[in-house]
């Protein structure tokens, strides 16, 4: 026996066939999307200019443990001579 489909079957098997088409669609979608940082290639971008870096103005020094710190970055053996005197003296009179 061959039957024959009503209109209405076969616009119901159609909508069901296009659910099922959009269906699948979105879980690619989806899975495209769950991967996409992976997706991406990795890109390196670096800005130079040639010559020197432009000097910078000294900036006020507030206070005087900036000021401190400011001369002991500037003349570190200096600084390293000063507080072993100051730890030797110290140590002596002791």
Known sequence: MN??????????ELDKAKNKEQENKG???QALED????????????TS?????PASEPQKQ???LDGARGW????PLAAV???AAIAWIYGSTR
């Open 81 to 83: 001579a000063i507080t």
């Open 49 to 53: 200019v040639a010559g020197a870096p």
């Open 3 to 12: 039957a024959v489909k009503s209109p209405a079957v076969k616009a119901y």
């Open 62 to 64: 507030e206070g005087f």
């Open 27 to 29: 879980e690619l979608d």
């Open 35 to 46: 991967t996409f940082p992976a997706s991406d290639p990795v890109s390196q971008s670096s």
């Open 72 to 75: 002991i970055k500037s003349n």
